[in-house]
């Protein structure tokens, strides 16, 4: 793993939550909830936070079900994903974000996309081999 900060998006439709990791440390803190239509977000809003941290990789939280398998949800956050390294030129890693969205909600509702975000960082800091492309593999 690259030594420096990651950005984590929980994607949503509505609204996708950030957050900023530290490698050395492995610890993540929300940032804040962007709003999004029908799963597009304002990417200028986005790229002035590339601009800023320069994390030295993007993570997406990938919504699979209990038994590994994919939804419709998972296939809009992988495209969100693909966009994402279009747009940033950067590497993004998808994560397995099962029960983060829920765990994060028990702690504080008002804050719970960025904290779920928090949690996707903190999982991929844990064990950055983890994550995948935002395109399956065929």
């Given at each position: 793993m690259k030594s420096g900060y990651v950005l984590a998006f929980d994607f949503?439709?509505?609204h996708i939550g950030v957050a900023v990791g530290q490698s050395i440390t492995r610890t993540a803190n929300p940032l804040k909830?962007?709003?999004?239509?029908?799963?597009r977000p304002?990417?200028?809003e986005i790229e002035e936070m590339i601009?800023?941290?320069?994390?030295?990789?993007?993570l997406?939280?990938?919504p699979l079900n209990m038994d590994d398998s994919e939804?419709?949800?998972?296939?809009r956050a992988r495209q969100f994903g693909a966009a994402l390294a279009r747009r940033s030129e950067r590497e993004v890693q998808m994560v397995d974000e099962r029960l983060s969205s829920h765990a994060s909600r028990e702690t504080d509702s008002d804050r719970s996309h960025e904290l779920?975000?928090?949690?996707?960082?903190?999982?991929?800091l844990a064990?950055?081999?983890?994550?995948t492309p935002p395109t399956p593999p065929t």
């Amino acid at each position: 793993m690259k030594s420096g900060y990651v950005l984590a998006f929980d994607f949503g439709l509505r609204h996708i939550g950030v957050a900023v990791g530290q490698s050395i440390t492995r610890t993540a803190n929300p940032l804040k909830t962007l709003e999004a239509r029908n799963g597009r977000p304002d990417w200028n809003e986005i790229e002035e936070m590339i601009h800023q941290w320069q994390p030295v990789s993007l993570l997406v939280g990938l919504p699979l079900n209990m038994d590994d398998s994919e939804s419709e949800m998972s296939g809009r956050a992988r495209q969100f994903g693909a966009a994402l390294a279009r747009r940033s030129e950067r590497e993004v890693q998808m994560v397995d974000e099962r029960l983060s969205s829920h765990a994060s909600r028990e702690t504080d509702s008002d804050r719970s996309h960025e904290l779920a975000a928090a949690l996707i960082a903190e999982t991929w800091l844990a064990e950055p081999d983890s994550g995948t492309p935002p395109t399956p593999p065929t």
